[in-house]
């Protein structure tokens, strides 16, 4: 069984994808990156600020899935520049802090719409 995820609390998907797929008992989200649902904007008065609306985003579409961040076993964080990666890494760990998930972290030389970081995951229901 294949469930589209989408829910208004998180941004419209800027592509031809869905804010997530569950599969069974596994939900695969899609990339997000730090815009802000009620204004379309990409947040960018710090990275800080960017990171934890990308966090936020990831929040609820495990929400709309009837999940939370503990779900998570999988993260990928791409980075635009990886000397970004401690600070990051402070402003994920308080999102999972507990049993934090599996995860990689990858610089690339763009993300869409100048983003700095994204974040895709991967949640099993237990």
């Known amino acids: 069984m294949r469930t589209v995820i989408k829910t208004p609390l998180a941004p419209a998907a ?5 804010q997530g797929i ?7 989200c899609s990339g997000q ?6 204004t379309g ?9 960017e990171t ?9 579409v495990l929400q709309a899935a009837g999940m939370t961040y503990i779900n998570v076993v999988q993260c990928t964080v ?11 890494n402070e402003i994920y760990s308080r999102y999972f802090n507990e ?3 599996a995860r990689e972290a990858i610089q690339v030389a763009a993300l869409p719409r100048n983003a700095r ?5 991967i949640a099993v229901r237990f």
């Open 14 to 18: 800027i592509g031809p994808y869905n």
């Open 99 to 101: 049993s934090p998930p």
């Open 33 to 38: 990156i730090g815009i802000n649902p009620k």
């Open 52 to 60: 934890e609306q990308v966090l936020e985003n990831i929040g609820r």
């Open 117 to 121: 970081v994204e974040i895709s995951c």
């Open 41 to 49: 904007s990409l947040v960018t008065e710090s990275l800080e600020a």
């Open 78 to 88: 791409f980075l635009s520049d990886i000397n970004d990666y401690a600070q990051v």
């Open 22 to 28: 569950l599969a069974g008992d596994t939900l695969y």
